[in-house]
């Protein structure tokens, strides 16, 4: 039984920072992708950031363009962790998070392509 746990959420003010943080369990041998989406008020999902490793320990990161240069995603070791650091916050980055992982294309941002999600943490920006 795989479980992907957020934690981290919170509030903070414009220009802030925050991370969030995923843990894993029940996947023997931790992910090959792992990956971070959101969905802000009255939107879909969508991608924010993800990590490719495959076999290597070396991870290949993506980025939406909107969080790029601000966001930064880290994949832990073991591969059944990873990392969301959020600078210079802005109030159209409030939304829920969701940790995802275990991507079965190199659609590295595409919610269809993971098959295994968390329940979501709230970030709100103000």
């Known amino acids: 039984h795989v479980q992907l746990v957020e934690s981290g959420g919170g509030s903070v003010q414009a220009g802030g920072s925050l991370g969030l943080s995923c843990a894993g369990s029940?996947?023997?041998?931790?992910?090959?992708?792992m990956a971070w989406f959101r969905q802000l008020p009255g939107k879909q999902r969508e991608g924010v950031a993800a990590?490719?490793?495959?076999?290597?320990?070396?991870?290949?990161?993506y980025y939406a363009d909107s969080v790029k240069g601000r966001f930064y995603i880290y994949q832990g070791d073991p591969k059944s962790t990873t990392y969301l650091q959020m600078n210079s916050l802005r109030p159209e980055d409030t939304g829920m998070y969701y940790c995802?992982?275990?991507?079965?294309?190199?659609?590295?941002?595409?919610?269809?392509?993971?098959?295994?999600w968390g329940q979501g943490t709230q970030v709100t920006v103000s």
């Open positions: 029940g996947y023997i041998g931790g992910f090959g992708c």
């Open positions: 990590v490719y490793s495959g076999d290597s320990t070396l991870g290949t990161t």
């Open positions: 995802a992982a275990e991507c079965s294309s190199n659609e590295y941002l595409a919610v269809r392509n993971y098959k295994y």
